[in-house]
């Protein structure tokens, strides 16, 4: 495994509340990611870190925030909830190659 | 110009057979292209990548077959086994910094018959 670990694995919260997931890496790598897999989408980038503090905004990026005060932690913000953000959320991390490797996965479900 | 275009977007193979896969690209800046593996609840793992500096990479009995010219590559599951039913998804991407970023295809489903 590459060293990254997802938490909650799974969630299930209530529309407008505000939801945090955590990736964590043990790689010390720069560029870290937020990708989220619906059925028919594929993997659909959310945001991205290219160091502590530098992030920018993917292609889905509507409805979420991130930070990432330390180089091994990405945080993902859903600040209020919505039924369309039920999915599975995966971090991946990009090593000095641009290989880049996945967490386990988050399955989050809005009602 | 971003995209990448997989196909089929699902694949029905006799144990022992040859599965295929192909991706295609139109942006010739792309100079890395990796096939994942996803099986169901788990998060995809990368198989195999090339660099469009060899037309060819083996690995067992995964190959990634490339070709500069038609903007195409492909994998190839050779004596597919049901064990290598899963969900398999091409990328591209060129150079450092954002551009080092990964386009994916939507993705193929292969199921292996035994």
């Known amino acids: 495994d590459a060293g990254i670990t997802q938490s909650p694995r799974h969630k299930v919260t209530e529309t407008g509340t505000p939801v945090t997931l955590r990736c964590h890496q043990t790689?010390?790598?720069?560029?870290m990611y937020w990708y989220r897999q619906d059925p028919g989408h594929g993997l659909r980038l959310i945001h991205y870190s290219y160091g502590v503090k530098d992030t920018d905004k993917g292609e889905v990026s509507d409805g979420y925030s991130v930070s990432r005060s330390k180089t091994e932690d990405f945080l993902l913000t859903l600040e209020s909830a919505t039924s369309s953000q039920t999915s599975v959320y995966f971090c991946?991390?990009?090593?000095?190659?641009?290989?880049?490797?996945f967490g386990p996965g988050t399955r989050l479900t809005v009602l | 110009q971003q995209q990448v275009k997989q196909s089929p977007q699902s694949l029905i193979v006799q144990k022992g057979g040859i599965s295929i896969i192909n991706c295609a690209y139109e942006?010739?800046?792309?100079?890395?292209f990796p096939w994942y593996q996803q099986f169901p609840g788990k998060g995809p793992a990368l198989l195999i990548a090339i660099r469009p500096d060899v037309s060819e990479k083996k690995e067992g009995r995964f190959t990634i077959s490339f070709n500069k010219s038609a903007k195409q590559f492909s994998l190839h599951i050779m004596d597919s086994q049901p064990g290598d039913s899963a969900t398999y998804f091409c990328?591209?991407?060129?150079?450092?910094?954002?551009?080092?970023?990964?386009?994916f295809g939507k993705g193929t489903k292969l199921s292996v018959k035994p």
């Open positions: 991946a991390i990009r090593d000095l190659l641009r290989a880049q490797y």
């Open positions: 790689e010390n790598h720069r560029y």
């Open positions: 942006n010739t800046a792309f100079d890395y």
């Open positions: 990328a591209a991407s060129m150079g450092g910094g954002s551009q080092g970023n990964l386009i």
